[in-house]
């Protein structure tokens, strides 16, 4: 089997319009949740959430193409060109030559898509009738768009996937590449997790149904992952893009290599739409961890975790018993952060951002905090490290995505050394 190696990263959250602004923020313990301004959330019971900040789709894809994409399609598109500009095989435009297009092919994620297209048009056509719903609705939010408008801007050829599992969608990206690859399918591959759900819409919905933190008057500790006095998820927005490519590839060229991805484990619940379990998290976890394992020679030691860790009561909980279970008899359970706190849930973009900055912990030797554990959870008692980041060796580290439908994705990377 190929070996896959993630070779560009690109990545917009609300603590950063890039990689180093954003994992600087974060490790610093900053936090970008505030008070929604996307629109009029007065009325709601939750008006907080993680908005990207001075972003200008203009600027990275002109005025007309951006008024024919969903602003989660303009966050992907961000991400992107970062990424594939510095994977180092793009032009100064971002275009791909032509030689290697065919071979280079994408996986796009997002767990809603044109949410706010979706509700803007829906007004017009309750409003002022069918015949002002706009040209550009439908092209504008299909979740796959995202991969259509990304392969048209840089000239990618290869495959064009799409995944669509809720809140694991990012990290099932990830996997779907790396089979993509293994498989012979390309020998490149771009990945992009997107997220732009704060509307009335998303807000209403998720608060409906009673899962989002309602600190309003706090809105800087309200996502609290792992402490005793969480009460739901902060809303998120933002994008995170991988270049991933055979490890052949990528030393043949000499290219700037962040990781290897050493395995990948999927399940489902089949118990609850809404309601995680212990079960399937830990089966998914489990099969990464076998993978990894062969892939490394026979021996893992997992030297940090990057949680799914929402702030939910349900959430936290389950993710600590199957993390301890997991490490049981392997080894003593690494320490294990969320950085949700931080930036807020970021629904399908989530798995891919948390990867870049799983990423960017190898490689800088430091664990990002989990901040606003302020009374540790009785059912919560591992090493979340609290509030401030800490300087570690790290060789290997896991990455856990859960959603919605009972659907989780866990992947384990390897800091690359020849």
């Given at each position: ?16 319009n ?31 959430a ?77 409003n ?29 050829k ?25 498989l ?11 997220e ?45 893009a ?32 809404t ?33 799914h ?78 509030e ?31």
């Open positions: 089997m190929q070996r896959v190696v993630v070779t560009g990263i690109g990545m917009i959250n609300s603590l950063g890039n990689v180093e602004e954003s994992f600087n923020s974060i490790v610093e313990g900053n936090c970008g949740i505030d008070t929604i301004s996307l629109f009029d959330a007065s009325a709601y019971s939750a008006q907080i993680g908005e990207v900040k001075d972003f200008d789709p203009a600027a990275i894809m002109g005025k007309k193409e951006a008024k024919k994409a969903d602003r989660f399609v303009q966050l992907g598109i961000h991400a992107s060109l970062e990424a594939i500009k510095d994977c180092g095989l793009a032009d100064e435009d971002g275009k791909i030559s032509n030689d290697i297009a065919d071979e280079f092919g994408i996986v796009s994620a997002s767990g809603i898509g044109g949410l706010p297209n979706i509700e803007k048009n829906s007004i017009i056509l309750s002022r009738g069918p015949g002002k719903i706009s040209p550009f609705f439908i092209p504008s939010s299909l979740v796959n768009m995202l991969g259509g408008f990304v392969t048209i801007q840089h000239n990618l290869g495959p064009n996937l799409s995944v669509v599992t809720a809140c694991a969608a990012g990290t099932h990206a990830i996997g779907e590449a790396f089979k993509t690859i293994a012979g399918g390309a020998s490149k591959m771009l990945v992009i997790g997107a732009s759900a704060v509307t009335g819409a998303g807000i209403g919905g998720f608060a409906a149904m009673k899962a989002l933190s309602t600190r309003n008057d706090d809105p800087k500790t309200a996502s609290r992952p792992f402490d005793k006095n969480r009460d739901g998820f902060v809303m998120g927005e933002g994008a995170g991988l270049v991933v490519e055979t490890l052949e590839s990528a030393e043949a060229r000499g290219a700037k290599i962040y990781a290897e991805i050493l395995g990948f484990g999927e399940s489902g619940d089949a118990n609850h739409i309601t995680p379990t212990q079960d399937g998290p830990l089966r998914a976890m489990k099969a990464a961890y076998k993978m990894a394992k062969k892939a490394n020679g026979g021996e893992l030691h997992i030297d940090y975790v990057n949680a860790g929402t702030s939910t009561p349900v959430n936290d909980k389950n993710e600590t018993a199957a993390l301890k279970e997991l490490f049981e008899g392997n080894q003593e359970c690494p320490p294990v952060t969320s950085t949700k706190g931080q930036i807020g849930h970021c629904l399908g973009a989530a798995g891919s951002i948390e990867a870049i900055i799983s990423i960017k912990a190898m490689q800088e030797g430091i664990i990002p905090p989990t901040i606003n554990q302020i009374e540790a959870d009785e059912n919560c008692t591992l090493d979340y490290v609290a401030n980041a800490r300087k570690a060796d790290l060789n290997i580290v896991m990455s856990n995505s859960f959603g919605f439908g009972g659907t989780n994705g866990v992947i384990i990377m390897k800091k690359y050394s020849k």
